[in-house]
């Protein structure tokens, strides 16, 4: 014997588990069809359906018999998977912001060591011989030779290649110390 929309709302408010278990069987196939167009997720749209005939069993006082029963069902399902929507578009925002935020932070730390290890490249090179030192910034800032820089200081090449070992050898072991 089929329930017309009056004795549904009221079965309802009095959590009369029968008709609840009869509009449920009649109506959670056609709100599983709307959760699905909105979500396009099998697992989602069927937890919409629970969450929906959950929510109409806690609140149930607040039915209005005059609305047939299938709008308040249709209606919580297109609010509820609304919701979930905006949530999930929510979360994804959240989640873009967070990787650009990490993003940044890891940019700036990276600039920021950059800054302290030239710093301390400066700090050694400074403390270098002046000859030692100066065959070091030809070679490496100025990109001549050893030929180059042998003939311009009026040094051997030999001599030029001792400097650049020892100052590529303490300017190793200077930041190997200050790390």
Known sequence: MPLNNTDI?????NRDKH?????????SSAMFSIALRYLRDQDEAQDIVQDVFLNLWRTADNLDERAPIQHYLARATVNTCLN??????RQQQYTKEQQLTSTELTVEHLLLEHKEL????????EKLPEQCR???EMSRFKGLSPTEISQQLNISINTVYTHLTTALKKIRLGLLNQQ
């Open 9 to 13: 709302v009221n079965g309802v408010r």
């Open 19 to 27: 008709v609840f278990e009869v509009i449920f069987n009649q109506f």
């Open 84 to 89: 979930r929507i905006k949530k999930t578009q």
């Open 118 to 125: 030239e710093a301390q490249y400066l700090s050694i090179l």
């Open 134 to 136: 100066r065959v070091f």
